[in-house]
């Protein structure tokens, strides 16, 4: 069965940081992309980033880049989201997602929100002013 369970959410205010982290189980780790996608209240799903665990390949929402950084352990079958520099429109519940793809395809948003195998439950990240 697959899982991917998310974690590390919680309430900051802006500027601060958190890391959110994705277990996964029920798959060989380095054949799927791992990431996440976001929603917040009365918003549309915004992929968030993405990362292809064989191929390194890596993708962040402009709105996220230079704050937000994806990274993986392999030994863990864990993929994090370090997430600094936090602002209020961050705020919003933060789902683990991912595919079956061990090549070097470049996920981008639309892929997260409509192409992915694989969502877990979010986690919920809210930032403060």
């Known amino acids: 069965e697959v899982q991917l369970q998310a974690s590390g959410g919680g309430s900051v205010q802006a500027g601060e940081s958190l890391r959110l982290s994705c277990a996964v189980s029920?798959?060989?780790?380095?054949?799927?992309?791992i990431g996440w996608l976001r929603q917040a209240p009365g918003k549309e799903p915004e992929g968030v980033s993405c990362?292809?665990?064989?191929?390194?390949?890596?993708y962040y929402a402009d709105s996220v880049k230079g704050r937000f950084t994806i990274s993986s352990d392999k030994a863990k079958n864990t993929v994090y989201l370090q997430m600094n520099s936090l602002k209020p429109e961050d705020t919003a519940v933060y789902y683990c997602?991912?595919?079956?793809?061990?090549?070097?395809?470049?996920?981008?948003?639309?892929?997260?929100?409509?192409?992915?195998?694989?969502r877990g439950k979010g986690t919920l990240v809210t930032v403060s002013s």
């Open positions: 997602v991912a595919d079956h793809n061990s090549g070097s395809y470049y996920y981008a948003s639309w892929d997260l929100l409509h192409g992915m195998d694989y």
């Open positions: 029920g798959f060989v780790f380095d054949d799927y992309a």
């Open positions: 990362m292809g665990s064989r191929s390194g390949i890596i």
